[in-house]
């Protein structure tokens, strides 16, 4: 039986028109939009493009948004100062920094700058260490992604084994712990994964995000497998995931493709979250 495919944008736009109504509701009672900073570092076109497309979602559901620029050249210290006023400012509720950063700035030492409660990405080590010990406040938007996929589609996470293919504190580590919290027996693969395959034919569901197109082929799925691809990948000029599809599809019962799967939800979950941090920070204190 031919697999059901996940059409990403159109559970993204649902989300967008829930976020898009509870923002116009509090903002008229508040008087004050939620506002969210994107810091952008260089000129990666992909980066760009994110970037691009974050900022145009935040003004489609009426959450202000920042964007602040530097050259790939930019000191530390002048980020730091940015992010600093940032966690100050109080139309400011999330903060959000596109990685990757230029490596002589220490992408660690500007994550962890950022306001925990402003840390819509959910890097900062405090966020992460309330995603391992059950009690999560921001997670990184893709894993968000990906578990919402799994809750739409109704499938059932409790005793199954979830096969991760890719340990990125983006991706693969958030989303192993998620499903751990769902009571999933979990394997995380990566690239000193031997015999990767033996791993990933024992998914009920498997997640890849490994960044390698065509990873995953049709005889290292097992039959009635729910696949999420995360990859994605430019190839002569398309976007393609890590799951070759075409052979993949047939044998799963539920896939994501690539593109029109996770991407869409990765944004719209970070406007979830810049609502969730407005939210928080508006919250009469107890
Ligand atoms: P990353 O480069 O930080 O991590 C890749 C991971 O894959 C590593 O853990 C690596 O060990 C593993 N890996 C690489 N080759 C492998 C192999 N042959 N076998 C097993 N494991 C292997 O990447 P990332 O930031 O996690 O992103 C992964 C992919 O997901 C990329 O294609 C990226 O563009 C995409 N991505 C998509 C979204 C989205 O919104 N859909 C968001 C983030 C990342």
């Not at 076109?45 to 489609?60: D, F, G, H, I, L």
């Not at 490596?103 to 950022?114: D, M, P, T, W």
């Not at 983006?170 to 979990?186: D, H, M, N, S, W």
């Not at 390698?212 to 002569?236: C, Q, T």
Request: charged content about 20%; glycine content about 10%.
């Amino acid at each position: 039986m031919a697999a059901q495919v996940v059409d990403g944008k159109a559970i993204a736009g649902a989300i967008r028109r829930e976020v898009q109504a509870e923002t116009q509701t509090l903002a008229a009672k508040r008087g004050r939009r939620p506002g969210l900073a994107v810091i952008l570092v260089g000129e990666d076109p992909a980066s760009v493009t994110y970037v691009r497309n974050k900022v145009k979602a935040c003004e489609e559901v009426g959450i202000k948004s920042v964007q602040i620029h530097r050259p790939a050249t930019v000191a530390r210290e002048e980020l730091l100062d940015i992010i600093h006023g940032l966690n100050k400012d109080e139309t400011i509720d999330g903060i959000l920094v596109q990685l990757p950063l230029p490596l002589h700035i220490g992408e660690r030492s500007i994550l962890e700058a950022v306001d925990p409660a402003k840390d819509v990405d959910g890097f900062h080590p405090s966020n992460l260490g309330g995603l391992l010990t059950g009690n999560p406040f921001f997670v990184a938007s893709t894993p968000l992604g990906i578990m919402e996929v799994l809750d739409r589609f109704g499938v059932v996470v409790e005793g199954k084994h979830a096969v991760i293919v890719g340990w990125s504190t983006i991706v693969g580590k958030p989303t192993a712990f998620l499903l751990l919290e769902r009571r999933a027996t979990v394997t995380v693969c990566q690239e000193w994964t031997r015999t990767l395959a033996q791993h990933t034919q024992q998914a009920d569901i498997l997640i890849v995000a490994a960044g390698k197109p065509g990873l995953v082929r049709e005889d290292m799925v097992k039959e009635g497998a729910v696949v999420i691809d995360v990859g994605i990948n430019r190839v002569e000029g398309r976007l393609v995931g890590d799951v070759d599809f075409a052979s993949v599809s047939p044998k799963a019962s539920v896939i994501t493709p690539v593109p029109g799967g996770v991407g869409p939800l990765t944004v719209a979950m970070l406007l979830k979250s810049t609502l969730m941090a407005y939210k928080a920070r508006n919250a009469p204190k107890k």
